[in-house]
């Protein structure tokens, strides 16, 4: 009978979906880190150092010999935009290379490894097949979790006094202060209002700032000029009548957390098994004290987001499911000398071990790394009147000319740094560091050999090491 068959068919696409599930297992691994941060770079150095594995014998699987193939497939999530690899590598490694298009919304790419099983099954069985599928997701949509646990009254008063603290928030606090919140709403006024807001938003991001929520308004995708981007926050009038811009921004703040923070926690965040966060310690601490304070909150806030059972949304989305392993690596470490690297690990450990205090951190395994997705420069040491200076030699973006920079010094204590009592006392990386904007260095690759990197097998190590 039709219903036979049909019942038939419904088993047997069950058990399909068991069998992919017990003998092809499927590790989500989350890419995040805010604007700029190397989200874009990382997972097209990560992929074509996964698929061309010369420089990957950190990965233990790699130097077992184990792994047999590894490519590309469709992914399993028809409606998410697939990252775009080929383009974004084709940039990187063409014959006139430069940084590719950054993140500006949610991607994904599915790359599947064959993999021959160590130790005592190795000869048993033959290879496995280990899925990998990778989501890049903004940072700046993370940080949004905080808004999900505040009305907007609650959230105004967190947003006003914190611009009251930075001076880039001085023209959006004097067009909030002339406004009258009670009065009704007026859609020129509630765009003029929020165009302030995100223009606040958007310079306190380029000077150093990370907590600048609500995301979107920074990466507005196709939600740009709708509705729920069309608010900001306002001090709250005694009275309010039903058609007051006061209201309707609380409806539009309500409609951004049930209509764009809701459904990317549900549909990407409480998916992810493994997590990297990408971070640009190196430009925190070029920009100072205030950015550096500013990041460690920021790490904080993200790891709390991690935390099982903190926010009684994610509770509910999450049921029990949790992101195993986190990595915080801090990128573009090709902008120092080796003899370097060894501090900067050391602030982001010390960052990373602060982030879990603050954040009251128990459960994923955490992990804190400097790394370069993709190494634009070489090292050289020169002599400066009679010292010798540990610099990097690369391709200046804008001049196409090679030079060599020292671009300053990191503390041999992580404490200099971090310690508040210290802070402004010192100033690190203030050499070059500014003028150091190298383009990708003119690969000639052979075949199996990925692009240069610094670390990435070690991060994809700890990241996936454990399933391959
Ligand atoms: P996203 O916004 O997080 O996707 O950031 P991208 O991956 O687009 O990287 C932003 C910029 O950081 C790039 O355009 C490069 O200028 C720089 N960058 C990223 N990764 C590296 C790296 O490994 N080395 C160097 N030197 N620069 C990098």
Redesign the pocket.
Known sequence: SRLADSVARGVEAVSDSVSEALFEPVIRLGVT?????????????LVANLTNRDRMAGLTAEAEGRIVAAFLQPQPDDTVPRFDYEAHLAALTGAAPH?????RAVSELRLSFRVRPAGLLAGLTGPRTVHLDIV?Y??EWLLDLGLMEKDFAAWSADQLARAATRPQAANYLALARTTDAASPLDEVQAQALARSYTDYLATARAAGFYDCTPGRFLLPGDLAGSPVLTFAPLARPDRTARRALWREFERRFEAYKARVVQPFFRDHFARIDRQVV?I?ALGAIHAGPPAVDDLRRALADILGAFRPGRNAFLSRLLMGKRVEKILFAA?????LHHSQHGRLAAIMEALVREARDRADFAGAETRAMA???????VEETIDHDGDSLDCVR?TL?DSGKQAAFYPGALPDDPMRLLNPARQGADRWLDADYEV???A?ARLSLKPGEGPP??RLDRAAEFLLGDRL
Request: glycine share 10%; proline share 7%; aromatic share 6%.
């Open positions: 880190g805010l604007s700029r941060a190397g989200k874009t770079v990382f997972i097209t150095s940084w590719p298009e950054s993140t890049d903004p940072g990408l640009d990128t573009k470490a090709d902008h790394l370069a997705s993709l190494r634009a420069t690369g973006r150091m904007t190298f990708p990197h610094i």
